[in-house]
């Protein structure tokens, strides 16, 4: 069954080069999500309605990339609905719109292919494949600001992923005579391993492939690539793209707990993540462009992430929550700040005033998505942070939980000023934007479904889904 | 054998912090191309399967499938794709973009030469350590391809044309194509494709927006890339 969602993004890619009709575009994409989320609830229910199709062993679904591929397919399906409304304002020539469908065909097929992979050597080229496909989404307006995002993204990236492929030859030195990179190998021979070129391998991929996942000292691309990328990119950048090169960090650091030298794993993680943090209370106050602003937020969020897994027990339960939390408020963040940019035609936050009055319905998704991502209840980030809290004193490390506190403070204040102001502001008369602009209700339908299940997740948690997301930790 | 190889891998990173042509940049990674395919011809000489009689048979063929596509591929990656095709392409770059030298690197090239050979000698220092763990790896290969991988990476910090990130990018992609031989183990088939998929879409993805980057500013200069930052300071 898994390889429908693999191999669908091929066909369309045909299809779609035999046929080039414009409805194709939307149709293919649209088509992918609806199969997209299909196929991954049934993967995450245990349904197989195709069980005569074996997928091969390079691809599994476990306990828990299931909740990354759950995330992932819900936040396709509602950046697919937000593009039918995006592309039809965005360009009118069929070359671009058709190569647009097929580099995000092939995005989502390529983290889809990082995440569900059971092998460390196939994440990695999946990861790769990430880049490649993302970078001309990112170069899609083909102005000097997206050349120079798109330039600095592939670059870093790239010797990012290398370094991380070094990596990766350094696991396999460690691993002795073990001659395998599948991860229930892996997990299997773990205490056997060298822990000398164990630990050197750890650093290589954290800095590798968290130079993807946006962690502090190697985030520069991160703020330049959503700010330039089109909106749904932005948002499947944000939402998706960053969790499945965390997956790839958990599932190293998982190696490094049944090896048993987690201990500087997690120091690691630890001061990664508070850097992540500290670098956006920095910058996240003086800002002027409220794309990069919410870039910032996603290195914040990815910092408490890795702050989670370094804490282990309580703490990974709360980051898979946080993770979870994350990806459908800042999707819907993102595709609401995209309205934005279309009503206003500017990324600067001075330009922007008066946003309830000018449009409500955008105004006041803005702000629910503000009180989603600041954790305010009944938002589920609430509920991870107020656990990550609470792992930091149960494990007696009060100061980084105040620093921790102090921190969060600070970038909810940074972000809540920008967002007060842009929606409550009032108009002045010289600069009210031109009201012609209707935007179809495919711009606002996602966030709102996104928000709503993120709320109702942080008020009540389905008994399922709690049980999956403690299979989904067991044995950090 | 092969440590003669290695060696002139390593002297040939020292060549390229020193000269500022970009045409002998290019020169060289055709010239590192060749080295990396002597290195892994040497080691396959060793390997106890290769030997010329095992062609005259179907069966031995058969039999060593396995290792003749790992053969295969290590001649497309290093002849084909490291010692012709991204010369060319890159020469191609060079010649439409007309960017002929990097001249004005933070550090004179006096001084490049000199710390690129510190690093390599530290590496040789690193080739040399007789740790238990370093049992596990041909000290010569790991030692020299961590020099490698060093010096792109400060290569890359201190050039001001695009270009020279570029072949300094793929500098340090052979050093880790030389690290992964240090492993005894054969890596799967699939993570080399992987590898080569890498090295030969991201040049070219590289040389695209080179190009791009040609058309919309006057001159491949890293410094033109810096519109985009948090701050505006006369705002």
């Known amino acids: ?350 330009a922007v005033t008066g946003l309830l009055k000018t449009d409500r319905k955008t105004g006041w998704l803005w702000i629910a998505s503000f009180i989603g991502i600041a954790a305010f209840p009944p938002s589920v980030l609430f509920i991870s942070e107020f656990l990550m809290v609470k792992t930091l004193f149960m494990q007696k490390h009060f100061i980084i939980c105040a620093v921790f506190l102090l921190l969060l403070t600070i970038i909810i204040y940074g972000l809540g000023k920008s967002v007060v102001r842009m929606a409550f502001s009032s108009n002045k008369e010289s600069e009210l934007p031109n009201n012609a602009i209707k935007l179809s209700w495919t711009m606002y339908a996602p966030q709102v479904i996104m928000l709503i299940l993120a709320f109702i997740i942080g008020i009540y948690m389905p008994l399922g889904l709690s049980q999956a997301v403690l299979m989904a930790v067991a044995g950090f | 054998m092969e440590n003669i190889f290695i060696i002139l891998l390593g002297l040939s990173m020292i060549y390229i912090a020193a000269t500022s042509r970009l045409a002998a940049h290019v020169n060289m990674l055709i010239a590192q191309g060749w080295l990396l395919f002597f290195v892994c011809l040497s080691g396959f000489a060793k390997e106890p399967w290769f030997n010329w009689h095992m062609i005259a048979s179907t069966g031995n063929i058969a039999e060593n499938m396995p290792h003749i596509i790992g053969f ?55 080739a040399n350590i007789t740790a238990p763990e370093f049992k596990m790896v041909d000290g010569m290969y790991f030692g020299v391809s961590i020099a490698i991988i060093i010096t792109s990476l400060w290569l890359i910090t201190i050039k001001h044309k695009v270009l020279s990130n570029v072949i300094g990018f793929i500098t340090m992609e052979n050093g880790i194509f030389l690290l992964s031989l240090s492993v005894a183990k054969e890596m799967p088939i699939i993570v080399n494709l992987g590898v080569l998929l890498d090295i030969f879409i991201a040049v070219f993805i590289l040389g695209m927006l080179v190009n791009e980057i040609n058309n919309e500013f006057e001159d491949l200069e890293v410094a033109h890339l810096s519109d985009l930052k948090d701050y505006e300071y006369n705002d």
Request: charge should be positive; charged fraction near 10%; hydrophobic fraction near 55%.
């Open chain 2, 72 to 126: 295969l591929f290590v001649i497309v990656e290093t002849l084909l794709v490291k010692a012709i095709i991204i010369p060319v392409f890159l020469k191609k770059v060079l010649n439409k973009t007309q960017a002929h030298r990097d001249t004005e690197a933070n550090i004179p090239h006096f001084y490049c030469l000199v710390i690129a050979s510190i690093i390599l000698f530290g590496g040789f220092l690193v």
């Open chain 1, 1 to 350: 069954m898994i390889n429908l969602i693999l191999l669908f993004p091929i066909l369309a890619f045909i299809i779609l080069s035999l046929f080039k009709k414009k409805f194709l575009n939307n149709l293919m994409i649209n088509l992918y999500a609806l199969i997209h989320f299909v196929v991954s609830m049934a993967l995450c229910f245990n349904v197989d309605f195709l069980p005569m199709w074996k997928t091969c062993r390079f691809f599994a679904i476990d306990d828990t990339n299931k909740i990354f591929l759950a995330v992932m397919s819900i936040v396709f399906l509602a950046v697919a609905i937000y593009n039918n409304g995006y592309v039809q304002k965005e360009t009118s020539l069929t070359k671009k719109l058709r190569h647009y469908t097929y580099m995000i065909l092939f995005f989502v097929f390529s983290m889809t292919g990082a995440v569900l992979s059971s092998n460390l050597g196939i994440t990695w080229v999946f990861i790769e494949g990430t880049t490649l496909a993302s970078a001309y989404l990112i170069y899609f307006h083909k102005t000097k600001n997206s050349i120079e995002a798109a330039w600095k993204y592939v670059f870093i990236c790239s010797i990012g992923i290398a370094l991380a492929f070094v990596g990766i030859i350094l696991m396999t030195i460690a691993t002795g005579n073990l001659n395998s990179l599948f991860y229930s190998d892996l997990y299997h021979n773990a205490p056997l391993f060298n822990h000398f070129w164990l630990q050197l391998s750890f650093v290589f991929i954290l800095f590798g492939i968290g130079t993807k996942m946006g962690l502090a000292p190697v985030h520069f691309w991160l703020p330049d690539a959503h700010a330039e990328a089109p909106t749904p990119i932005s948002a499947l950048l944000s939402a998706a793209l960053l969790n499945s090169a965390f997956l790839m960090i958990l599932n190293v650091f998982r190696v490094m707990v049944i090896a048993g030298c987690d201990g500087y794993a997690r120091i690691m993680l630890l001061v990664m993540g508070l850097l992540s943090l500290f670098i956006t209370a920095v910058f996240v106050y003086h800002i002027n462009n409220y794309k990069r602003m919410l870039a910032y937020s996603s290195i914040e969020n990815m910092g408490i992430l890795a702050i989670g897994t370094a804490l282990g027990g309580i703490g990974m339960l709360a980051a898979m929550i946080h993770l979870i939390g994350h990806s459908l408020i800042k999707a819907s963040f993102f595709l609401t700040s995209g309205n934005i940019l279309e009503i206003y035609g500017t990324k600067k936050i001075k």
